[in-house]
C-alpha cells in the first residue's frame, strides 16, 4: 500500500509456481495500491518440482494429512501477517489460481475462520476434505469472484459451476466468469 492500509490482496499460486506468479495481478486489481498485498508460498516441494499447497490424489478431494497441515499453517501466516500489517480479515480479499483458489476458498470459508472481504477464484474447486468444516450460511452476501476456462483439462469447468451453485445456494454474491480457455489465468 502507498499510505496507511485501506484492507489487503492475498493472492496464492497454483501447483508447481512459486509466490512471485502472480504478482503481476497485484498493480492490475489494485491499480491504486490501497491494498497491502501479501504472496505467500506453498510449503511443500513435490515433483514436477516448483511449491504446492497439498498432495493432489483426486481433484476435488485433496490429501488431507498434506491439506489440513497446509491450512493450519496457512491460516496462521494469513492472521499473523495480517495483523503486521493493520488489517483485519474483513477488509481482507483472498485470491489465487489452481491450488491457490482451492486455498482461498479454505481461508475465506471454513467454519474455524473469519468472514473475509471477498473471495478471488481463479480455476479452482472448494475442497472435500474429512476433518475439514464449511461455514457457507456465515457468508451469505460474501462477494466472491470465480472464473474459469471451459477447455481446462487440469480442473474441469465442473468444479467451477459446482462453487458457483454452492455459493450462490448459501446467498453469496457471486460473479460467474467462463472463458474459452484451458488451466490458465484469463488476461481478459
Known amino acids: 500500500a502507498d499510505g496507511p492500509p485501506a484492507g489487503a490482496l492475498v493472492l496464492s499460486h497454483g ?13 492490475l486489481l489494485d491499480p491504486d495500491r490501497r491494498l497491502v498485498g501479501l504472496l505467500p508460498r506453498g510449503p511443500l516441494s513435490l515433483p514436477p518440482g516448483g511449491a504446492h499447497w497439498y498432495v493432489v490424489r483426486e481433484i476435488g478431494y485433496p490429501d488431507a494429512p498434506t491439506f489440513l497441515e497446509t491450512f493450519a499453517a496457512a ?5 499473523a501477517a495480517l495483523a ?11 485470491g ?8 482461498s476458498y479454505s481461508l475465506g470459508l471454513a467454519a474455524s475462520r473469519p468472514r473475509p472481504a471477498g473471495i478471488l477464484a481463479i480455476s479452482g474447486f472448494i475442497p472435500r476434505v474429512d476433518g475439514f468444516e464449511l461455514d457457507l450460511e456465515s457468508r451469505a452476501g460474501l462477494p466472491v469472484s ?9 480442473i474441469g469447468v465442473e468444479w467451477g459451476r459446482d462453487a458457483r451453485e454452492r455459493l450462490e445456494a448459501a446467498g ?6 467462463e472463458s474459452p480457455m484451458p488451466h490458465a489465468v484469463d488476461p481478459a
Open 15 to 27: 501447483r508447481g509456481a512459486d509466490e512471485l506468479d502472480l504478482a503481476p495481478l497485484l498493480d
Open 75 to 79: 491460516s496462521a501466516w494469513a492472521d
Open 84 to 94: 503486521e500489517a493493520g488489517v483485519e480479515a474483513a477488509r481482507t480479499v483472498f
Open 96 to 103: 489465487g489460481f489452481s491450488q491457490g483458489a482451492v486455498l
Open 146 to 154: 470465480i472464473s474459469h476456462g471451459t477447455y481446462d483439462p487440469i
Open 172 to 177: 453469496a454474491d457471486v460473479t460467474w466468469r
